[in-house]
């Protein structure tokens, strides 16, 4: 919950007042969804996928946008997982995704790179069905992605999230 | 009605996916709809609610800026006002060549520039205050400064090329022709060294209405402030029994303990009347 808030809060008051070239702003706020836990019904996980997506448009009076992204890659993530995990039992083993459960830098940001080209791209895809203008959403998409990631990457070398273990097997 | 609840609970996460997306969308295609939904009402208070919250730190940091605006902005108000203008007598205006003039025969007389204060003290005996504009930004020796709301300060003194030293009322040579509002009675305002924003009004005399709370006033009859800036409110009323004169003291209008920024006034006639009031001189001393 307080997760929850605190990307919120930046994302509204720190990242949202940045508007670098072709008006491209960051977002890091959905690492909340990258950081949710393996378990748990995914029927929830996409409500509260929802809930994140809105609570952001209602800061930006316009609703929509960020709630449908947010349900999709909610949605999309526990197969990304499944085609990323290698170590043998790491579900069972790690609560949530991490550079370390993942087996690995690289597959993280695979992880987390697909994920928020998706995010983008659906969100750009939405903003250009409403306004036009297709050749601008795809140069956009693929420079958000970049900003996002590299933020992204920031954060997770800045914050180590504990690393927490559900059983010691390993 | 087996295979429809097997196939429900197969693509369950699917459907909630669909259900989700499907509501959202219909929230971005009737989005003025939306506008008018109690949800929207209900969203729009808490956002503001934090949205408040976060402005009160944002315009703290903001407050240098707010403040410089809102300088200029009164600034530029302040040379508007009509009693910064004199109607020209009409005889005259023929003879006269005067860039100054606009078509409606009026001339600027007084020109308001705002100045940041860089120090001020109020400690001492002999208070001086620098201003952070000059010579070179058009201010000139013996211009009257009076802070924000119109209360006067002091005297420029001394003009290098980027700052200026004011004499502030504070000051033991410091001496200001002023008017009772009543009464229309003429004085002098004088600081007797104790205690700032404190000032006194000598020179009154005992047959003049003075009461508690009346308003003290520039005079005008100097070229240094135009007529009417306040300078202080009637705290005290002394009788001195030796002379014919009341002993006043004033509260200053101006609180010198936090001045920030001030107004410079410059008097655009000056020199033509000091020339006059010169030669004026030199005639009966010849």
Not at chain 1, 59 to 86: D, E, K, M, Q, T
Not at chain 2, 98 to 125: C, E, H
Not at chain 2, 231 to 239: D, F
């Amino acid at each position: 919950m307080l997760r929850f808030g605190l990307l919120i809060l930046v994302q509204v008051f720190v990242l949202d007042r940045i508007h670098l070239h072709f008006m491209v702003t960051p977002y890091i706020y959905f690492l909340f969804i990258l950081w949710m836990p393996f378990e748990g019904n995914r029927a929830v996980q996409m409500i509260i996928a929802f809930a994140l997506g809105f609570t952001l448009d209602s800061f930006r009076h316009h609703p929509g946008f960020h709630a449908s992204a947010c349900v999709l890659i909610a949605y999309l993530r526990p197969f990304l997982i499944n085609l990323l995990i290698s170590q043998e039992g790491a579900e069972n083993n790690y609560r949530a995704p991490s550079a370390k459960s993942l087996g690995g830098f690289i597959p993280y940001l695979v992880y987390a790179g697909m994920l928020t080209l998706v995010h983008h791209g659906w969100l750009f895809f939405l903003e250009a069905v409403q306004f036009g203008n297709f050749w601008y959403f795809i140069v956009k998409t693929v420079f958000s992605t970049a900003i996002s990631l590299l933020l992204i990457i920031i954060v997770e070398l800045l914050f180590s999230r504990k690393q927490q273990f559900r059983t010691n097997t390993v | 009605m087996h295979n429809l609840f097997l196939f429900i609970r197969r693509y369950f996460n699917f459907i909630v996916l669909l259900l989700l997306q499907g509501f959202s969308i219909y929230l971005l295609a009737h989005y003025n709809s939306y506008h008018n939904a109690l949800a929207s009402n209900f969203m729009n208070e808490i956002t503001g609610k934090v949205n408040t919250q976060f402005n009160k730190v944002d315009y703290f940091f903001q407050l240098r800026k707010t403040n410089e605006a809102l300088v200029q902005y009164n600034a530029q108000l302040r040379n508007r006002l009509n009693e910064n203008f004199e109607k020209q007598d009409t005889s005259t205006k023929m003879v006269m060549e005067n860039i100054l003039n606009d078509t409606t025969g009026r001339q600027r007389k007084w020109l308001y520039l705002p100045t940041k204060v860089v120090s001020n003290s109020i400690s001492a005996q002999n208070n001086f205050i620098v201003l952070q504009r000059g010579s070179a930004q058009q201010l000139k020796k013996d211009a009257g400064v009076v802070d924000l709301n119109n209360g006067v300060v002091g005297i420029v003194t001394d003009v290098s090329e980027n700052f200026a030293v004011v004499m502030s009322l504070l000051h033991k040579d410091s001496k200001i022709s002023v008017k009772l509002k009543k009464g229309g009675e003429v004085g002098q305002v004088i600081w007797d060294g104790k205690d700032p924003n404190r000032l006194s009004l000598i020179d009154i005399r005992k047959s003049a209405r003075v009461a508690k709370g009346d308003t003290v006033y520039s005079s005008g009859f100097t070229t240094t402030f135009p007529y009417g800036l306040m300078v202080g409110t009637i705290e005290e009323v002394m009788q001195d029994k030796s002379t014919n004169n009341y002993i006043i003291h004033l509260k200053s209008s101006a609180n010198f303990y936090n001045l920030q920024h001030v107004f410079a006034i410059e008097n655009l006639q000056r020199q033509e009347v000091d020339q006059l009031l010169k030669n004026a001189n030199n005639k009966v001393n010849n």
